[in-house]
């Protein structure tokens, strides 16, 4: 039988929401206090699911040895404690919405080898929350 | 349709063992998890029934029922109980959470008489859970001989 497994990760780090083709009142019409030049932080807590069915040998749809270290290298070591908009390359050139990083962190785990990937799903704070699962076959992200 | 969502709690132990694998292999698969003396968990269970609300009671289904059959066929069966030692359908299994909320989707699907069972998600921790919606072609409960067999 096909199962989904998720495991919830966390991580904390800083980002400005900040678009250098708009104006600096545009900027702060768009993004309000997220547009503070110091930037600010969360406590991101990131929901990874994938699915497959379970070995017979182990009963699972992944080790999560092997989950947590892909997650680990992948993800984890590359934002935690980090300035978004500078150490992660991608939002040198993007604004690190909660929805960009969403599908950014889809891209890096879509590799994991040993079960499909589902879907990425964020808290940034415990009121909001965002989902990603990739695109209809064919279509670009 | 509509999703109506009930959720338990049930306290059991287990410990993952496969008897082919030699000692080491058991340790380096399942970790501590390998523990002779068992480990345990409370854990939390959402079952998700979809359907129409019946117009005379604007119900999918009573939730008194539901919460009868959750007594009857999770709470009686596992809680407070060594998982590989003391529930049937798990026997010959690795008693994962994969696995635990497979075996409760076959317990369930046949016993709900108003909708149909839409998903169950087993928390094994806050941070650890899988969701199971049964056969992907709807092909019943799952448990015909083939099924049984994917998951020994």
């Known amino acids: ?141 | 349709m509509l999703l109506i969502t009930r959720k338990i709690e049930f306290s059991a132990s287990h410990l993952y063992h496969n008897p082919a694998f030699s000692p080491e292999e058991n340790r380096r698969v399942f970790g501590k998890c390998n523990n002779p003396h068992g480990h345990g968990h409370n854990y939390v269970l959402e079952v998700t029934v979809a359907g129409t609300p019946d117009p005379a009671t604007g119900m999918v289904l009573d939730l008194k029922e539901l919460k009868e059959i959750l007594q009857r066929e999770i709470i009686d069966r596992m809680d407070h109980r060594f998982l590989n030692y003391e529930v049937p359908e798990l026997a010959g299994q690795i008693p994962t959470c994969e696995n635990i909320a497979a075996v409760i989707w076959r317990l369930l699907e046949p016993r709900i008489s108003k909708g149909k069972l839409h998903r169950v998600r087993l928390y094994e921790t806050p941070d650890l859970f899988v969701d199971c919606y049964g056969e992907p072609n709807g092909a019943g409960s799952g448990a015909g001989p083939g099924a049984e067999k994917t998951s020994r």
Not at chain 1, 48 to 65: F, H, Q, R
Not at chain 1, 125 to 136: H, M, V
């Open chain 1, 1 to 141: 039988m096909n199962i989904h497994l998720t495991r919830r990760y966390s991580f904390s780090a800083s980002h400005r929401l900040h678009n250098p083709a708009l104006s600096e009142a545009e900027n702060n019409r768009v993004y309000g206090k997220c547009n503070n030049p110091y930037g600010h932080g969360h406590n991101y807590v990131v929901e990874v699911t994938v699915s497959g069915v379970p070995d017979p040998a182990t009963g699972m749809v992944a080790s999560l040895v092997n989950l947590d270290g892909f997650v680990q290298r992948e993800v984890l070591d590359a934002f935690d404690h980090r300035y978004l908009n500078e150490e992660v390359p991608l939002f040198r050139e993007r604004v690190p919405t909660t929805e960009n990083l969403c599908v950014e962190i889809y891209r890096r785990l879509r590799a994991f080898p040993a079960a499909r990937l589902e879907r990425i799903r964020i808290e940034e704070t415990g009121l909001n929350s965002f989902e990603y699962s990739g695109e209809p076959l064919g279509s670009t992200i």
